[in-house]
C-alpha cells in the first residue's frame, strides 16, 4: 500500500515537474501563472450551492472563441504539433494523447491534454482512454467540453486537467450523494445518480470498474442522443476524477452552447460561454465589469437556460432506471 501511495505520488511530481519547467523556459505561459496568483475572485452561496466567480482576463480567447465550422476551417489548428508555439513541450501519454501545459490557465496546474491525430471532438470513443488519464493523475480532475459547448478547438480531439478540490462540486457531491432520493442506480461496483435541484442538471457515475463506467456513460448518451438527433453528440460537458480506487464522472447534460446576455451589447451583456470548470463552481469572467455586475440571479439564470429542460432530463433519468432492468434481466 506504502509503495503503491509513492509511486502516485511519483506519477502526480511527473506532471508538477513538467509545468515548472515549461514556465522556465517560456516566458507567455510563466507570465500567466505567475499573474494567477494575484487573480481576483468573487463568491456566492446559492440554495445551499457554492459558485466562484474568477476575473481572468487571459480566457478572453477561449470564453468568445469563434466556433462555427467556417471559424475553424480557416484557422490553424493550434493542437495539432505543427502549428503549436515552439516553446511548448509535451508529454507522451502514451494511449493516444500528449500532455501541454495550459498557457491561459484557470487552475494553478492546468493542462491540456490533445489526441495526438487531428480527429473531431468527440466523447464516445474516448472514454477508455479518459478513465486511463484520470486513473494516472489522481490529483487532478479532468474535463471534458463538447463541439457545441465550450471547447474552443471542435475539430481536435481534447480534454483538460486541472488540480482537484479547486471547483465546488467536488466536495459538494460529497454531501448531495447522501440523499437518497437521488440515488437510480446501485449495483457491487457502480452508482448512478441524478440532480436537478443542483442549479445545473447533473448526472453522476461512481465506479471501480473501468468497463461498467465506460458501458454506463455510452448507454446514457445513446439514450441522449434520441433527445438531440440533429448533433454529432448531444451536448454536455464532463468532469472526471479518480479517488480512492473509484472514478467519479459527473456529467451535465445541455441544450444552448451561450445564455442570451452573451450576445446582447451594452449594459446587458455578460460575456460568459459557460464550460465544464463553470459548470464546477467556478464561473470565469474575461471581462472586469461582468464580474463586478454580475448577480446570483444572473448565475441562476444562465445555468437554467443552457440546462437540459426538464422533460428531456426526465427521459434521461428514466434511461438509468432502465439500465437497471436491463443489467438485471
Ligand atoms: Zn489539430
Known sequence: MKDAVGNMELKNERF????????QSWQLSANNYRGLKSVEEREFLIEGCKIRVQFNPERMRSSAAKVDSSSIAA??????????????KSLDLSNGFLLLVNPFPIFSRHFT????????QLLIHSLRPLFEIARNMVVYTLFYNGPECGASAPDHLHFQAGENGFMPIESEFEVMKLKDETLLFRSDNLRIWAFDGYLRKMISFETSDLEQGVKAIENLCARF??????????MMNLLCYFRDGKWVIHLFPRRLHRPWQFFEEGDRRLLI???????????????????????????????QQVSLGDDE???????ITNYKLQITN
Do not use: W, Y
Open 16 to 23: 508538477a515537474d513538467f509545468l515548472l519547467a515549461q514556465n
Open 75 to 88: 484557422r490553424k489548428c493550434f493542437l495539432c504539433n505543427e502549428n503549436r508555439p515552439a516553446e511548448q
Open 113 to 120: 491534454i490533445p489526441s495526438k491525430e487531428h480527429t473531431p
Open 225 to 234: 442522443s434520441e433527445i438531440q438527433p440533429e448533433k454529432a453528440e448531444p
Open 273 to 303: 460561454s459557460p464550460a465544464s470548470v463553470d459548470f464546477g463552481g467556478v464561473f470565469i469572467t474575461p471581462r472586469r465589469e461582468d464580474f463586478d455586475k454580475i448577480t446570483a440571479s444572473d448565475i441562476e439564470d444562465i445555468f
Open 313 to 319: 432530463f426526465l427521459k434521461l433519468k428514466m434511461s
